[in-house]
Nanobody, 124 residues
Framework: QVQLVESGGGLVQAGGSLRLSCAAS????????MGWFRQAPGKEREFVAA????????NYADSVKGRFTISRDHAKNTVHLQMNSLTPEDTAVYYC?????????????????WGQGTQVTVSS
């Protein structure tokens, strides 16, 4: 049974940083892409960043390029999202997803598994 568990969310002031983690279990993810999406109140879930597990190739939404970095830890089967220079517009529930596409997909429907989400709140 595939399980994705997010952690690391919290409350931070504008300009601050947070590091989210997604612990994956239940199968081998070497042929998967892992992605982060976020959903703010009243809005659709939107793509943030993705990484193809084996090659390490990455993909970012324009809104986070240069501020967020996605990475993976093979030994711990964990994906991280380092978020710097946070703004109130980054406030959302952040979800980790796993996709069987062989690239860092930005499309929500291409993700097969999801975690429960972790809340990130950025105060002004």
């Amino acid at each position: 049974q595939v399980q994705l568990v997010e952690s690391g969310g919290g409350l931070v002031q504008a300009g601050g940083s947070l590091r989210l983690s997604c612990a994956a279990s239940g199968r081998t993810f070497s042929s998967y892409a892992m992605g982060w999406f976020r959903q703010a109140p009243g809005k659709e879930r939107e793509f943030v960043a993705a990484i193809f597990w084996s090659a390490g190739s990455t993909n970012y939404a324009d809104s986070v390029k240069g501020r967020f970095t996605i990475s993976r830890d093979h030994a711990k089967n964990t994906v991280h999202l380092q978020m710097n220079s946070l703004t109130p517009e980054d406030t959302a529930v952040y979800y980790c997803g796993a996709s069987r596409t062989p690239y860092g997909s930005s499309l929500r429907h291409e993700y097969d598994y999801w975690g429960q989400g972790t809340q990130v709140t950025v105060s002004s």
